[in-house]
């Protein structure tokens, strides 16, 4: 998010606050009982915190496998011979050719304009 949206949305929630003493009041009471009660949740619903602290768990351990699963199908493919890719019939110098191959006009910069004389 830019700053320039993040000063828009601080902006438009400055206006909408009450300028009243008395509104004031009222909307921070409401604010730190809305807080109050989402805070002591699982004091209320303690079964439920159990069955999601449990799914959260099995999320996670489920997470880990994937990431780790990931990167190790990535690091055993990703090596630099990829004679993985090569099919069996293919001669080897056709698929990937060796280091060194590239004529000096190929290492010039093509997006450079041609240089002006000042």
């Given at each position: 998010m830019s700053i320039v949206k993040i000063g828009i949305l601080v902006a438009l929630v400055v206006a909408v606050l009450p300028a009243d003493k008395e509104q004031q009041a009222r909307l921070y009471d409401r604010a730190?009982?809305?807080?109050?009660?989402?805070?002591?949740?699982?004091?209320?619903?303690?079964?439920?915190?159990?069955?999601?602290?449990?799914?959260?768990?099995?999320?996670?351990?489920?997470?880990?496998?994937?990431?780790?699963?990931?990167?190790?199908l990535a690091m055993k493919y990703s090596k630099s011979d990829h004679s993985y890719l090569a099919p069996a019939s293919a001669e080897p110098d056709t698929m990937m050719p060796g280091p060194g191959t590239l004529k000096p006009g190929d290492l010039e910069p093509a997006w450079r304009g041609a240089p002006t004389d000042t």
């Open positions: 730190a009982g809305a807080v109050h009660w989402t805070a002591t949740f699982c004091d209320r619903n303690g079964t439920t915190c159990e069955k999601a602290g449990d799914l959260w768990s099995a999320f996670v351990v489920k997470a880990k496998f994937g990431a780790q699963m990931a990167y190790e």
